[in-house]
């Protein structure tokens, strides 16, 4: 089916590290593929979007690549902030305006 | 403000007691769904409406109704609710643009069903 698969287990990090989050999607179609980010007590909210092979989605310092040879998405920073501190999600669209989530991964960035 | 409304925010119930959750937005957006937040299992969709009368099953539809009569409103009812409908329940819009409409969504409803 289509389906979207995040890595296993929360990330907990320094301030200032290098953060990257493996997602990787099925290959079903043409999908666009999306990272959403959840701050705790509120809904989700779009970071970074990509819509064809090889683009690359960038906001708030944050960057992924659309990389069809390994049906890949994952999401890096190269220098996280206490701020950054929440729940990432993956998703790919399918369907008539339908999207397919990941699991989330919880980071949690230490000072 | 372009936003996605819930209502409630938080909402404790008991066993059976049909209870309905509002979502309400004020972009004009063609699509609206609802999903279902659980621990280990991310967002499962429920059921989603691509316009005004025309709602169709998600993945995890069992138990729930919804309905569409105004463009601007897309409310949850759980007629006889359950302990394993015990959940974080979010509602969604967008425009029916095809994959690349942004999805915003509304703040939450955390629902105890004891």
């Known amino acids: 089916g289509d389906s979207v698969t995040q890595m296993e287990g929360p990330v907990t990090l320094s301030e200032e590290a290098f953060l990257t989050i493996n997602c990787t999607y099925t290959?079903?179609?043409?999908?666009?593929l999306f990272w959403y980010v959840q701050y705790p007590g509120e809904g989700l909210q779009l970071l970074l979007k990509?819509?064809?092979?090889?683009d690359k989605g960038s906001n708030k310092g944050f960057e992924a690549t659309y990389r069809k040879e390994t049906t890949s998405f994952h999401l890096e920073k190269g220098s996280v902030q206490v701020s950054d501190s929440a729940v990432y999600f993956c998703?790919?669209?399918?369907?008539?305006?339908?999207?397919?989530f990941g699991k989330g991964n919880q980071v949690v960035v230490i000072p | 403000e372009a936003q996605v409304t819930q209502n409630p925010r938080y909402l404790i119930t008991v066993t059976g007691k049909k209870l309905t959750v509002t979502c309400s937005q004020n972009?004009?957006?063609?699509?609206m769904s609802w999903y279902r937040q659980d621990p280990g299992l991310g967002l499962r969709q429920i059921y989603y409406?691509?316009?005004?009368?025309?709602?169709d099953k998600g993945d995890v539809p069992e138990g729930y109704k919804v309905s569409r009569k105004e463009k601007r409103n897309f409310p949850l009812i759980l007629e006889s609710p359950s302990p394993n409908q015990t959940s974080l329940y979010f509602c969604?819009?967008?425009?029916?643009?095809?994959?690349?409409?942004?999805?915003?969504f509304g703040q939450g409803t955390r629902l105890t069903v004891v």
């Open positions: 290959a079903t179609g043409y999908p666009s």
């Open positions: 998703a790919r669209s399918y369907g008539n305006n339908r999207l397919a």
């Open positions: 969604a819009s967008s425009f029916l643009g095809g994959v690349k409409a942004e999805a915003f």
């Open positions: 990509a819509t064809k092979a090889d």
């Open positions: 409406s691509m316009n005004v009368e025309v709602t």
């Open positions: 972009m004009n957006h063609e699509y």
